[in-house]
């Protein structure tokens, strides 16, 4: 039910006539706010059994049923919630009003058909057919074609039923499970798919690619690649980044929203985790890569050119301030704390300074002393310029 298409378009990927730049979609992932999906998947493997028709089930098992498709219903409600808050999931209409529905009562009301239902009318009765009638079980609605159906809200089985030899109601009953198996395995993928997000793409970002804090060259990259692959052999495949499920692949012919046309490479992914796998490392070969912020913690994207430690969100109390300036600023105070040709610089810009403030220096002659020592702290930095050379013309 998470299946999408994706055209590859020079150095962007276009989802439902979305344009999202290379590892765009993980960045957004890698920020979403998931601490309990440990716990997501953990509930939802013990409920996708508790949720199964057991063929011969007795009174403990019905009893038991209807709390633990509650559970499990809250729990989809939990995921969905989660999904729809990243990119491809909350731009594309079809998947959004599939995870707005009601999911696994949708899926128990369309498979299997001996639920208790109360005190319900006839098919022949007047009552039957009023969209207002509602009970402690259910309500009755209406479809497209003009019939009426009764939707049930709990789920309660006879355990007559599940006893069944009837070869209708066995084929029902393993029908109605291997559909239930499908939704949960489908949100268990999407768990697993968040969950090696944030262990895994996370480990390798911050732990090996910008380990340098720097683009790698193609050697580079090899040997980080090859170090991550040996220490997380024996880790869980949440803990490794691996592809999820499948894509199928294609060449079609896009029409961009702007109108332009051109044959794209089509990908038809049935899985988060298979196209963030797949995204990820095409941006890896062109430098679009995720980076966590070195001040706010979150992660932001580059895209190639300039390498940066920083992002470019605005401080929550200084709106007039980035990241990046912090950043800036940062880099320059430590530059002048450990680096003597920056320390030098620093005081000599702060006494030259206070003079232009006490007005013994002219505004041109504090331009042009500025200028001059910028040009004499690039020479000390290449080694064309001896410290103590250096630090007797700054204070010219």
Known sequence: ????????????????????RSNE??????????KNLADYLQELNELR?????????????CERYDRNVQRAQKLFFKVSDLIKKVPPYKNISSLRSALDGQLLWDCLNEH??????????????PDFKDEDYCNEYGFVIKNDLGNYSFYNQRFLPDHSDLESKDADTVLMIRETNEAVCKLFDSFITLVKDLLRVQNAY???????????????SDTELANCFSAYLKATER?????????????????EVYRRPDGREKLCEAYTFDSLGAFLYF????GLSQS?????????????????????????RTLKDDPDKTCRDVGARKKYDDKCKSDPIWLAYNRAYKAHYARYMKKKMTVPEFEEWSRQAVEWRTQAEAGKLALAEYERMLKT
């Not at 299997?112 to 009765?125: A, M, S, T, V």
């Not at 912020?293 to 994207?301: E, P, R, S």
């Open 1 to 20: 039910m998470f299946e999408f298409k994706a055209y590859i378009w020079d150095s962007q990927v276009y989802i439902d006539n979305h344009a999202y």
């Open 25 to 34: 979609i993980l960045t957004n992932c890698l920020n979403l706010p998931a």
């Open 49 to 61: 059994q508790k949720v199964q028709l057991e063929e011969g089930g007795g009174y403990d098992f």
């Open 112 to 125: 299997y058909l001996y639920w208790e239902n109360g005190n319900l009318p006839g098919y022949d009765d």
């Open 202 to 216: 996370s480990d390798l970002l911050d732990n090996y690619i910008h380990g340098k804090s720097k683009f790698l």
């Open 235 to 251: 880790k869980s495949m949440t803990e490794r980044v691996v592809s999820s499920n499948s894509m199928q692949m294609s060449h």
């Open 279 to 282: 995204d990820f490392f095409r």
């Open 288 to 312: 679009y890569l995720p980076k966590r912020c070195d001040n706010c913690g979150m992660y932001f994207l580059l895209e190639g050119g300039k390498y940066s430690n920083y992002c470019e």
